[in-house]
């Protein structure tokens, strides 16, 4: 009769126990044990013993084996995590400066930007939360501000400063000496209290015409040049005349402080006044 690790005949059977010293153990045992014979009843104790001691030991030694490559797999892992890179922007909370692009970058270079943070620091997973939750409020901005436009001033005013035609007419002015502009300064403010203080029936047109001399004296002065004056002057005098006569017929509503049937005239010389001082003061 065989039976898994059991070797024996109907009266007799043979164990083979596992022993570390000496390899295989075959001992056999009475399969019928009598009552009348005390010796054979300690053999078989005996042999039970020591196969239970065997078997604890090798299952001992099995359970030490799991556990040692268990803790080499896990300490594989976890050298693996601690050798990752970690993200060095991880706490800052702009989304922007945290990908490391600017405000005006388009939907590609943010694209590009996370693409590059994710291959490097990919094997961190709070870097890799922290580069996909900029990118995504990033997207979420852009997408609100194309449901949403806004008049950017700034823009506005820098794309206005860099048109041919402003270009052209600011470089066509400069800022003269700080003696010269308090002096043009006074000359013309003086002009326009005497034309609000001292209206006549014919209009202001005493003070209009100091004001044409003072223009035609103070590009002289600056410039070097009689004939520039005259032609800067004349051409700045029915410029600013046209200027303020469109504004108060067309923009600029009556003002109730000016009464008076020469109203109209004296705003208008006020207006011609300020464009006056303006080209005799930065006109180049």
Request: with cysteine; charged share 20%; proline share 5%.
């Amino acid at each position: 009769m065989s039976v898994s690790g059991l070797t024996g005949s109907p009266s007799r059977c043979c164990l083979r126990l596992p022993d570390r010293s000496r390899g295989l153990v075959c001992g056999q045992v009475s399969a019928i044990p009598s009552a009348g014979k005390p010796k054979e009843k300690f053999g078989l104790l005996h042999l039970e013993s020591s196969w239970i001691v065997s078997m604890t030991r090798w299952k001992t030694q099995k359970t030490h084996l799991i556990k040692c490559a268990m803790d080499a797999s896990y300490g594989d892992m976890a050298s693996e995590s601690a050798g990752s890179a970690i993200f060095p922007r991880i706490n800052i909370r702009d989304p922007y400066k945290r990908l490391g692009i600017s405000r005006e970058a388009s939907e590609d270079e943010i694209q590009a930007a996370r693409n590059f943070l994710i291959s490097k620091y990919g094997g961190h997973k709070p870097s890799v939360d922290a580069i996909e939750a900029a990118h995504d409020k990033i997207i979420m901005q852009k997408f609100y501000e194309r449901k949403n436009p806004k008049i950017d001033i700034k823009k506005k005013v820098r794309e206005v400063k860099q048109s041919r035609v402003v270009q052209a007419v600011t470089s066509r002015f400069q800022t003269p000496a700080t003696k010269f502009i308090v002096k043009t300064s006074i000359a013309f403010l003086v002009l326009g209290v005497l034309t609000v203080l001292f209206p006549t029936e014919e209009g202001p047109t005493l003070q209009v015409a100091i004001s044409l001399i003072a223009t035609f004296y103070f590009i002289h002065d600056r410039l070097k040049s009689k004939i520039r004056a005259l032609l800067y002057g004349a051409g700045a005098f029915i410029f600013s005349w046209l200027v303020g006569t469109f504004l108060m017929v067309s923009v600029i509503p009556p003002i109730p402080v000016l009464k008076g049937p020469r109203s109209f005239e004296v705003l208008t010389s006020l207006i011609t006044y300020v464009l006056l001082w303006v080209s005799s003061t930065y006109l180049k």
